[in-house]
């Protein structure tokens, strides 16, 4: 806790019947900044005094806030900074892929304390749904032998799974879950546990997962370049994740790009099941991430090839993006290994000019992100913490200008 720095927080009301915005408002300048005292709360969120000491003392009491030991500052009384309490909440996410599925359990501050996964059988869901909901029990059951009261403030569950929703496909395409969009996932979710359940695609919620403990934490214009199975990007707008009428923005993976006559979806092209196809490998094979890996430490040839085709494509994808939303940074991220993502950033440079070069950067046009294949369904648990305690009342916002 320091004077000198800057703190990022949205602006509360003062204005009466807006308790619950100005819960989160607070909640959000903790998740962002760290401890803070009641006076840079009030600062930085431009809420009177009285009403931070009031939210204060109403979070304390609900377990979600925290005081440390008092901080003086030169002559002047000493300040009791407040942190979040990372067991007042806890979520659970889940994601649901083509061969495998994915389970986490986070506390409020993010952090990963149980997570286990299982592969997918054939037969759609019809089949795999008993393995997700057994999945879901088993780690709230983990959850229950690391945090005894983890049930009575579990918030609910999150699931993300590859996009488009809601377009009619061939159903046959391998490139989408078609016969999972058209089943009641939700619904089945929810009588299966009991939870209050969410849904968004795997981009997006990868974006959500970078928000809250990654590279765009803190950043209130960014875009996640997703790359996975299939390619998506997560847009943070405004410092929140912009989903679109149908929860598909940011489904580049779509976009047409023109080659020889003919028209290829970008996915098609750069995406890791452009890169099995390339290798001839099976994408259901367990040890296939750290095999992927370790090519690309090596240097493998084949992986160079397909690393400088798609880094192509990509470099285009960078350059419409920042040209469309006008971001702070693009992050590059998603379940591709390590090595390959630091490949690709490599072989992507330099980018293509466009609005986005300017002087006076203080971030890159081009960073890494999370290259882990539990990084969407950690962004999947995220999002009932966000639905739970981030504020989103922009109509009472003041204007912060």
Known sequence: MNDSRPIRAKSGTNHEGTSAHNRRVMIDALRINGAL??????????LTKQTVSNIIE???????????????????????????????????????????TRAVAVDL????????????????????????????????????????????RLVG???????????AGSGDDPWMMEAWQKFPLLETLTAGTGLDVGLQNDAAAAATAERMVGAAHGIDHAVCLFVGYGIGAGLILNGELYRGTNGNAGEIGMALLFADGKATPLEHRASLASLYQHLSVDPADPGLYARINDLALRGDQSINAWVEAAAVDLRWSIHLIETLFDPQTVILCGSAPEALVNRLIAAIGPLLPSIAERRGRTLPRLQSGMADPW?????????PISRAFDPRFAAILKDSL
């Open 157 to 167: 569950l999150g699931a993300a799974m590859p996009g488009p929703f809601g377009v």
């Open 58 to 100: 109403e979070l304390e009491r609900d377990g979600l806030v925290s005081s440390q030991e008092a901080v003086r500052r030169g002559r002047g009384q000493p300040s009791t900074p407040y942190r979040l309490v990372p067991e007042g909440a806890f979520a659970i996410g889940l994601q649901i892929d083509r061969h495998v």
């Open 37 to 46: 005292s009641r006076a840079d709360l009030a600062r930085a969120t431009r």
């Open 375 to 383: 990084s969407v369904a950690l962004g999947a648990a995220a999002g």
């Open 109 to 152: 501050v993010g952090s990963v304390l149980v997570r286990d996964e299982a592969g997918l059988p054939p037969g759609g869901p019809s089949n795999g749904t008993k393995v997700i909901l057994d999945l879901v029990a088993g780690i709230r059951s983990k959850l229950a032998g690391v945090v005894q009261q983890s049930e009575k």
